[in-house]
């Protein structure tokens, strides 16, 4: 791993990267993470701490608070190191390979990891996907083993199964079900799509109700060896949304490896990030970084919430 691309003086020095943290997520505006209040603030004689001028809250807070990153004994610096690791790495990386990187514990390096996923945990009411026009590909795939379960060699009714909804051009969201029956995959659909798409899936029946609800609904029979058929007004494929578990895949497979049942929301908050904010859509390295960055004000994971 090239030593180079942590130049930046933020990667370098706690200084340097609470002042590019503040200026990420306050800009000009100081906001007290306790009361709002904007700019009613003052230093402290901690480097970093602020106290809040509001009579009714008169706390003292720093750019970490309220965060992913409050109580971390992890130096700032290393934090954004590692914001940058996981959203620059197209299929992840490890834990072991960010605390060998990083010179901090595995277990620390664990803990880190989940934080910042969370981080990249899209937050609050989302907008549905699609609209006008657009095309939305949906599919599901099974990863990893149920808890309890037998290690069985065919079928996928001892695994978890991740259903995943890409917008052509767009993001991505994905989602860990009970099962593929039509009461687990439908409401997650209309919740998440507006009514004016255009639906591609595959020949499964669950999909069916879908073209009375749309504005048109086309499938591939895979079970007949079709990928891809074209018409006048479109291409009738669910190739973009299996790219995507094709990286997932990969990742979870060759880079991490192991992940628990009750982990998977959040890998899979990870891989929609990074898939979200592709170079294809013009957001380089930094800039996601960046994103997932700012990802981090308004959310807490505690150690003990991941065991």
């Known amino acids: 791993m090239s030593k180079s691309m942590f130049n930046a003086p933020h990667f370098q020095s ?7 943290l503040e200026a990420l997520r306050w800009g000009s505006e100081r906001i007290c993470p306790h009361c709002g209040t904007v700019n009613e603030s003052f230093g402290t004689k901690k480097p970093g701490v602020y106290r809040c001028r509001a009579k009714e809250c008169r706390k003292d807070f720093s750019v970490t608070t309220k965060s992913v990153m409050e109580s971390s004994h992890i130096k700032l610096n290393v934090w954004l190191q590692a914001f940058f690791l996981m959203s620059s790495s197209k299929k992840g990386i490890s ?19 989940h934080r910042i996923r969370e981080a990249m945990r899209a937050g609050g009411l989302v907008p549905p996907m699609g609209g006008a026009g657009k095309t939305v590909e949906i599919d599901e795939t099974y990863i990893g083993r149920l808890e309890g379960m037998p290690k069985m060699r065919t079928g996928g009714a001892h695994k978890n199964v991740v259903l995943t ?98 982990h998977l929301h959040r890998y899979l908050s990870e891989f929609d990030f990074r898939y979200s904010n592709r170079v294809a859509l013009g957001i380089d390295d930094g800039e996601r970084a960046d994103l997932a960055v700012k990802g981090a004000a308004g959310k807490r994971l505690t150690y003990r919430q991941t065991n």
């Open 95 to 113: 834990s072991h390979q960010l605390h060998r990187a990083l010179g901090i514990t595995y277990k620390s390096a664990w803990f880190l990891t």
């Open 165 to 262: 909804l890409v917008e052509r051009g767009g993001s991505a969201r994905s989602f860990h079900i009970d099962s593929t029956s039509m009461a687990h995959v439908l409401p997650i659909i209309r919740e998440n799509v507006k009514r004016e798409s255009i639906i591609m899936t595959d020949e499964a029946s669950v999909y069916r109700p879908l073209g009375a609800e749309y504005l048109s609904h086309d499938a591939v029979n895979h079970s007949a060896k079709e990928y891809v058929r074209y018409n006048a007004d479109d291409v009738i494929t669910t190739n973009t949304v299996e790219g995507y578990y094709s990286i997932f895949k990969r990742g979870m497979k060759g880079v991490y490896q192991h992940c628990k049942e009750k």
């Open 14 to 20: 706690v200084e340097a990267a609470r002042e590019y």
